[in-house]
């Protein structure tokens, strides 16, 4: 079992940044490949970005130059460092674990084997 837990959601100004921490539990977390993804109200939940476990990573169109993953395997965290935000970022964003040492960064969520409980963005304009 790999359990996560997220943080550092808030309420920000358009234009601001935030930064997501996702700390996981187990001994081969080095090994694992990691998604954020996100889901706003009514729309389902969708990618954001992922990165594998030799750090190879991916970004959704709408987040690509703003957004940065990556990952301290000393501290078995992920980041989600979020610049430039803007209202349409509004949404849960959740983060989730894949151990099947994988070395690309996939965006599809039926590649996760394992979720946290979320942590709310909202970006007022």
């Given at each position: 079992q790999v359990q996560l837990v997220e943080s550092?959601?808030?309420?920000?100004?358009?234009g601001?940044?935030?930064?997501?921490?996702c700390s996981a539990s187990g001994r081969t977390f080095s090994s694992?490949?990691?998604?954020?993804?996100?889901?706003?109200?009514?729309?389902?939940?969708e990618f954001v970005a992922a990165i594998s476990w030799i750090s190879s990573t991916s970004y959704a169109a709408s987040v690509k130059g703003r957004f940065i993953i990556s990952r301290d395997n000393a501290k078995n965290t992920v980041y989600l460092q979020m610049n430039s935000l803007k209202p349409e970022d509004t949404a849960v964003y959740y983060c989730a674990a894949d151990r099947s040492r994988a070395v690309t960064a996939g965006a599809?969520?039926?590649?996760?084997?394992?979720?946290?409980?979320?942590?709310?963005v909202t970006v007022s304009s």
């Amino acid at each position: 079992q790999v359990q996560l837990v997220e943080s550092g959601g808030g309420t920000v100004q358009e234009g601001a940044s935030l930064r997501l921490s996702c700390s996981a539990s187990g001994r081969t977390f080095s090994s694992y490949r990691m998604g954020w993804f996100r889901q706003a109200p009514g729309k389902e939940r969708e990618f954001v970005a992922a990165i594998s476990w030799i750090s190879s990573t991916s970004y959704a169109a709408s987040v690509k130059g703003r957004f940065i993953i990556s990952r301290d395997n000393a501290k078995n965290t992920v980041y989600l460092q979020m610049n430039s935000l803007k209202p349409e970022d509004t949404a849960v964003y959740y983060c989730a674990a894949d151990r099947s040492r994988a070395v690309t960064a996939g965006a599809h969520q039926d590649l996760y084997d394992y979720w946290g409980q979320g942590t709310q963005v909202t970006v007022s304009s």
